[in-house]
Every structure is written in C-alpha cells, then in structure tokens.
Nanobody, 124 residues
C-alpha cells in the first residue's frame, strides 16, 4: 500500500502559476507511475498528466498541454505538477494517483492509490 499526499494548491488569478506536489510513502521501493487528475464541481474526475517511474515518458491532456509540466524526484518520492498560464477553467480539486505497476492510464478507475486532493482556484 502507498500513502499519497498532495500539497501546493491555492488561489490564483488567471495567468498565474502554481506548483503542486505529490509525496508518496509506504511501498515506494516499487517503480510506480503517477498520474494527476482533477475534478470540478458537478463534473467527473478527469485526467491531467502522468509520468512513468523513469521520468522519461510524460503524458498530458490536450487542455493543459503546453501549460502544465509533470516531473518527479524519485530520491524524494515526490512528483510535481507545474501549472503555468492558469485559466479559470483549471479550477478544481487536483488529485494524485499512484500505480505500482508503472502503468499509464487515462481512466481514474485504473488507479488504486489516491491522495485526498488539493484545491486549486483560478479567478478571472
């Protein structure tokens, strides 16, 4: 089992930046992949970005491509999501998910290990 904790959310105006962190503990000797998802009020949880253990393969939703960057520091068991050029439509709770088989999935249902989420609010 892996314990996942997100941090770094907050309130920003449009055009601003935030960096989210996802810290994993527990069974972290596994080569695990990490995904970021978000869920806005009244909407389903949607894929944002994902990264494999090596960090060499990254994946993004079209809505964030070119604005968000996912990266990881395996020595710290931490994955980051740098969010630039924020838009009001980026407002959501952002969740981090870990897959112990190093898979990349666009569906939230494929992940078993989730954090509690961190709120990101972007005002216009």
């Amino acid at each position: 089992q892996v314990h996942v904790v997100e941090s770094g959310g907050g309130l920003k105006t449009a055009g601003g930046s935030l960096r989210l962190s996802c810290a994993a503990s527990g069974r972290t000797f596994s080569m695990y992949s990490t995904g970021w998802f978000r869920q806005a009020p009244g909407k389903e949880r949607e894929f944002v970005a994902a990264i494999r253990w090596s960090g060499g393969s990254t994946y993004y939703a079209d809505s964030v491509k070119g604005r968000f960057t996912i990266s990881r520091d395996n020595a710290k068991n931490t994955v980051y999501l740098q969010m630039n050029s924020l838009k009001p439509e980026d407002t959501a709770i952002y969740y981090c998910a870990v897959d112990l088989h190093n898979g990349i999935y666009y569906a939230a249902s494929k992940y078993d290990n989730w954090g509690q989420g961190t709120q990101v609010t972007v005002s216009s």
